[in-house]
């Protein structure tokens, strides 16, 4: 009996959590929505460090999602509700900066540790190869002095 | 004097980790002294934006940037939600008191609750406007109250305080500004 009047419950709280995130955004057209989805994960809410438009409770965030709508229905472009977005709350919302003078080294250092690591790997491998190459001449000059000198020693008995 | 040179700078290059090392540590203590919470304010040396929003007293009356610009003013954004404007609400007091301009912006409130808050603790503000839907807000890069905002005559926004304005704040970083402001006015 328990188990059967959790399991409805759960089921109740999780549908009512669908048709509410569902149900909340109304379009004039429904091409707005996917451009809408992709602006609110990858805007960040001014009053939260970790979270996006899309998943915060902030009512900054209610309030800049409608306002992402509103701008959407005004047939804004992307590049636009950005530039209207950052030059009132920076770039900090951005979570997908733009590369610019202060961002060059954010977007930038990834290339340049790949560099550096390529060319140490580089060099690595070619001071092996060459350790190898002067220890295989070691051995076989040591091999053919031994060679020689038990030879010899074969010699004076 | 090749080989020399060349044993030199292998010898040198054994201590490019401790020199990355040592910058990494110095950026990362110097991160460590900036508050991560605080957006850079995008709106100082701008003009204060335009609106068009009914003032807190009278619901009839429209007020716009043009009531704003003019004179030296703080522009200041409360609302009787905001816990930390009742501690900030004093210095305001104060300032009106010693005859500072101070505007209200009462942020996504209630009307009846700010009218009679601003009766119970005094009203500061030469006349505040209703913002309830946050609009303005959102043109000024509000994402918390309380927030203050020094206007130069001409209503470009010189300063901007996230937080509240305590004597500190005032005279760290507005006092000075303000004065000089105000000296240019006259």
């Known amino acids: 009996m328990r188990p059967r009047w959790s399991m409805g419950l759960a089921v109740a709280l999780f549908t009512s959590v669908l048709f509410g995130s569902e149900n909340l955004v109304e379009f004039s057209d429904e091409s707005l929505r996917s451009r809408y989805q992709t602006l609110i994960t990858e805007l960040r809410c001014p009053k939260c460090q970790n979270q996006n438009l899309a998943d915060s409770n902030a009512p900054i965030s209610k309030d800049l999602r409608e306002e992402i709508q509103r701008m959407l229905e005004q047939k804004m472009s992307d590049r636009e509700i950005k530039y209207h977005l950052t030059s009132r709350y920076s770039e900090f919302i951005l979570y997908r900066p733009d590369v610019n003078k202060t961002t060059y080294l954010l977007w930038g250092s990834p290339f340049a540790i790949l560099l550096i690591g390529l060319l140490a790997a580089l060099r690595l491998n070619r001071r092996n190869k060459i350790d190898v190459g002067s220890l295989d001449k070691t051995v076989i000059d040591q091999e053919s002095r031994i060679a020689e000198l038990l030879k010899s020693g074969e010699d004076d008995k | ?186």
């Not at chain 2, 201590?15 to 900036?34: E, N, Q």
């Not at chain 2, 009766?119 to 913002?131: C, I, L, Q, T």
């Not at chain 2, 309830?132 to 918390?144: C, F, K, Q, T």
């Not at chain 2, 206007?151 to 006092?175: K, P, S």
Request: charged share 25%.
């Open chain 2, 1 to 186: 004097m090749k080989v020399v040179g060349g044993l030199f700078l292998n010898r040198l290059a054994l201590f490019l980790p401790l020199v990355l090392f040592a910058a990494l540590t110095i950026v990362l203590l110097l991160g460590l002294d900036k508050d991560p919470s605080e957006l850079p304010s995008v709106l100082v040396g701008e003009p204060f934006p335009s609106f068009s929003l009914p003032a807190l007293h009278d619901a009839d009356k429209t007020l716009d940037e043009r009531d704003v610009i003019g004179e030296v003013v703080l522009v200041n954004i409360w609302a009787t939600w905001c816990f930390a404007c009742r501690i900030e609400h004093a210095m305001l007091n104060q300032l009106a008191e010693q005859g500072v301009k101070v505007i209200g912006l009462n942020y996504k409130d209630n009307r009846e609750a700010a009218i009679t808050w601003l009766n119970e603790r005094g009203d500061p503000y030469a006349f505040s406007v209703f913002d309830e839907r946050g609009r303005l807000g959102i043109d000024l890069g509000v994402y918390g109250a309380p927030e203050t905002y020094l206007l130069d005559a001409t209503g470009t926004i010189r300063h901007r305080r996230v937080g509240v304005v305590d004597d500190r704040v005032w005279n760290n970083e507005f006092r000075d500004l303000y004065a000089q402001l105000i000296a240019v006015q006259r």
